[in-house]
């Protein structure tokens, strides 16, 4: 599957979940439900994904872990919060450069409609 139709699907089974449960859950409920329906509409997703940082040559699992990656190519982070910060965007931008993933997208599920909790960033497009 192309990059592109993985984005409309995930963009797609994103708001129809919000739409089905609304604001207000913890963010595991959220990415319980989306990864249901993305494996629904056939892709491969994992969830809870070790994230090593490798620094100076050495490879160290301090702990970090992508909430979703979606056919091996798009990252996803889950948040529950009043508004996204710039902290949220950096923290999926280092995720993709760790990673080596192009797409990734932010998804505040705190919001009274999705569209405005969908945040997509692209790793090695200048700010």
Known sequence: MEIEEVATAL?????KVHKALGPGL????????LAYEL?????????E???PIVYDGQRFDI???IDMLVENSVIVE????????PIHEAQLL???????CRLGFLLNWNVT??????RRKVNGLPE
């Open 11 to 15: 963009v797609d089974a994103a708001i």
């Open 26 to 33: 913890l963010e595991s409920a959220y990415q319980h439900c």
């Open 39 to 47: 494996r629904k509409r056939g892709l491969k997703l994992e969830t």
């Open 49 to 51: 994904v070790p994230l």
């Open 63 to 65: 702990g970090y872990r």
């Open 78 to 85: 889950n948040k529950t919060v009043d508004q996204l910060a």
């Open 94 to 100: 280092t995720y993709l450069k760790l990673r080596d």
């Open 113 to 118: 409609l999705m569209k405005h909790g969908i």
